[in-house]
C-alpha cells in the first residue's frame, strides 16, 4: 500500500485556516498514472485541495447559500473514503481521499489504488484504505500528543519533526509502521531486551511503577420523530483508548474484547499502527454492507507494543436493535403561548444508574420565555438565564416504571429576542439528551482486566472501565416539520 499525497490542516472558527504540512510522492504518482491511463486525475495544489476538503466537509461558506455539491440531502457521506471533484480541463475524481479530523487538525491522504479505476473496486478489497487510515491515526496521536487540543507550541514542534519522522515511517510513500498482510502473530512475543532497536516513533523509555489503563467508550446517536411515517434513527460508535506505562524499548502487551453470547459482530474496525497483527476478517466487517450472519463475533485480540503516551488502540461500530432511551415530543399553539408534552422511557436493557441525565429544550426564532407553567413527574426543571432553554435535570435514575413526563405550557412575551435558527422554524423543535451510564455498553463489549496481558520484566497493575455517551441525541417534535435522512447513521 502507497500513498500519493499528505496533508496536515490546521481549522479552527474564528481563525484562519492553512495548510501546515503536506508531502507528494512523485514515484506513487507514477505508478498512479499507468495505471488509471486516460482516467489518471493529478494531483492539483494544496490550496485547491484545501478549499475541495473544506468543501467536501461542510466546513467552508457556511455565511453563503445552498451549495448543491455540499448540502444535497442526496448527498451522505457513508464511507471513509471521501471523493474531491476537481474541476478544469484535467480534472476528475479524487478517490479514496481519507480524512481524520480532531479538534483543530484536520489529516488526510490520497492512497494509492492497484486496481484499474474502472470499474471502480470495492471499498473493502482495498487494503490500502484500513492502512491509510491507520497513518493517519498514528500521526495524529502524534501530533495531538495525550490532549485532543495541542498547544501552539507543541504542535509547531510536531509538525517540524514530520519530514523526519515520514522519512522513518513513510519512505517513499510506503507505510512501514503498520500491519502488512500476511503478518504472523509471532511478530507479536516478546524478545530479548538486549537485541531491540527504540523505533523512531517512540521518543523513550518508560521508568517506574508499571500500570496499563484500557478505557472502553461507546457513544449513542439517534434521531427520533414520534412519527410512523417517518424511521427513527441510531447508531453507536465504540473506542478502546489505552495508556500503557510499562518498562522496556518494546514491551508487548494483548488486550482482548469480548461480547456477550448474543451480541452482533463489531463492524468499521480500525486500529492504531501500533498493533502488530490482526485477523484480516476483523477489517472486513463494514456496516455499509449487508450484515452477514456467520461474521466474526470475537474474540478481539489486539496485540501491540505501545506508545509512552495515551493512545486510541481502536475504534468501531455496532448494530443495536434499540436505542437507551425512547422518547415522544409534541408542542402546539394554543393562544399566543405553546403547549407541552414529553415522554421518555429508558429501556430494560440499560442499567439504571447514571452518572447525569439532561434533556435540553431549546426554542429559536421567537422572544425569550414569559410565564413557564410546566410540570415534571421525575427530576427537575431549569430555566436558562437567557430564557431561550429549558433544562429537565432527570438526575441519575429514572423511577421504577422508568418512565418520565413532562406536560405545560410555555409564553414567549420577553423584551428581547431570542436566538435564531433557520432549521427551526414554526413547530419545527427538538430535544436534545445528554447522559453518561458507567459501566455500561450498549453492544455488550467489555475488556476483561484478566484478559490483558504484558509481556514485561515488572507485573504490572491493571485498570479497565468502560462508559456509554450521548452524543447527538435528539428527539424531535412530532407535530412540526423535522429534517429526515434517509439509511444508516454514520460517524
Not at 45 to 72: C, F, H, I, N, W
Not at 172 to 186: R, W
Request: some cysteine; hydrophobic content about 35%.
Amino acid at each position: 500500500m502507497s500513498v500519493r499525497a499528505l496533508w496536515i490542516i490546521s481549522y479552527e472558527r474564528g481563525e484562519s485556516v492553512a495548510v501546515r504540512f503536506s508531502r507528494r510522492y512523485p514515484t506513487v504518482e507514477q505508478r498512479a498514472k499507468c495505471m488509471a491511463g486516460s482516467l489518471y486525475v493529478s494531483v492539483p495544489e494544496d490550496g485547491t485541495v484545501l478549499q475541495l476538503l473544506l468543501t467536501e466537509l461542510g466546513l467552508s461558506d457556511s455565511d453563503k447559500p445552498y451549495m448543491a455539491l455540499r448540502d444535497d440531502c442526496l448527498h451522505q457521506q457513508r464511507s471513509p473514503a471521501l471523493e474531491l471533484h476537481v474541476e478544469g480541463p484535467s480534472g476528475g475524481v479524487l478517490w479514496p481521499v481519507l480524512v481524520i479530523s480532531q479538534g483543530p487538525l484536520i489529516l488526510a491522504c490520497l492512497a494509492m489504488v492497484d486496481a484499474p479505476a474502472d470499474p471502480r473496486p470495492p471499498l473493502a478489497s482495498l487494503f490500502s484504505v484500513s492502512q491509510g487510515l491507520s497513518l493517519l491515526a498514528g500521526l495524529q496521536a502524534f501530533l495531538c500528543g495525550s490532549g485532543s487540543k495541542p498547544d501552539r507550541e507543541g504542535l509547531a514542534s510536531r509538525l517540524a519533526m514530520m519530514p523526519s519522522i515520514l522519512l522513518q515511517i513513510c519512505p517513499l510513500g510506503t507505510p512501514l509502521d503498520i500491519p502488512q498482510p500476511g503478518a504472523s502473530s509471532a511478530s507479536a512475543m516478546p524478545t530479548p531486551a538486549g537485541t531491540q532497536k527504540q523505533p523512531a516513533w517512540k521518543t523513550g523509555v518508560h521508568r517506574g511503577r508499571a500500570v496499563v489503563n484500557v478505557a472502553l467508550t461507546e457513544m449513542v446517536r439517534s434521531m427520533q420523530y414520534g412519527n410512523r411515517n417517518r424511521q427513527d434513527l441510531w447508531d453507536v460508535y465504540g473506542t478502546v483508548t489505552c495508556k500503557c506505562e510499562v518498562e522496556g524499548v518494546l514491551p508487548n502487551v494483548t488486550v482482548t474484547l469480548t461480547l456477550p453470547p448474543n451480541g452482533s459482530p463489531l463492524m468499521d474496525v480500525l486500529v492504531h499502527p501500533c498493533v502488530s497483527s490482526l485477523d484480516a476478517s476483523v477489517l472486513t466487517a463494514m456496516s455499509v454492507e449487508d450484515c452477514d450472519s456467520s461474521a466474526f463475533s470475537g474474540p478481539y485480540k489486539f496485540p501491540f507494543s505501545p506508545p509512552l503516551e495515551p493512545f486510541r488502540l481502536c475504534s468501531y461500530t455496532s448494530q443495536v436493535p434499540v436505542p437507551p432511551i425512547l422518547g415522544t415530543y409534541q408542542l402546539k399553539n394554543d393562544d399566543n403561548q405553546l403547549r407541552i408534552t414529553v415522554s421518555l422511557k429508558l429501556h430494560e436493557s440499560v442499567r439504571n444508574s447514571f452518572e447525569y441525565c439532561e434533556a435540553h429544550l431549546p426554542f429559536f426564532n421567537r422572544d425569550q420565555m414569559g410565564s413557564v407553567d410546566v410540570k415534571v413527574s421525575s427530576g427537575q426543571l431549569e430555566v436558562s438565564k437567557e430564557k431561550n432553554l429549558l433544562v429537565w435535570v432527570l438526575g441519575q435514575k429514572f423511577p421504577k416504571s422508568r418512565e418520565v413526563s413532562l406536560e405545560g405550557s410555555v409564553s414567549f412575551s420577553g423584551e428581547l429576542p431570542g436566538p435564531t435558527d433557520p432549521l427551526c422554524a414554526d413547530l419545527t423543535a427538538y430535544i436534545k439528551l445528554y447522559f453518561r451510564v458507567p459501566d455500561l455498553t450498549l453492544s455488550g463489549c467489555c475488556v476483561d482486566q484478566h484478559s490483558v496481558q504484558v509481556y514485561s520484566s515488572a507485573k504490572p497493575r491493571i485498570v479497565t472501565s468502560r462508559e456509554l455517551l450521548s452524543s447527538e441525541y435528539f428527539i424531535w417534535n412530532s407535530t412540526g416539520t423535522a429534517p429526515v435522512s434517509s439509511g444508516h447513521m454514520m460517524l
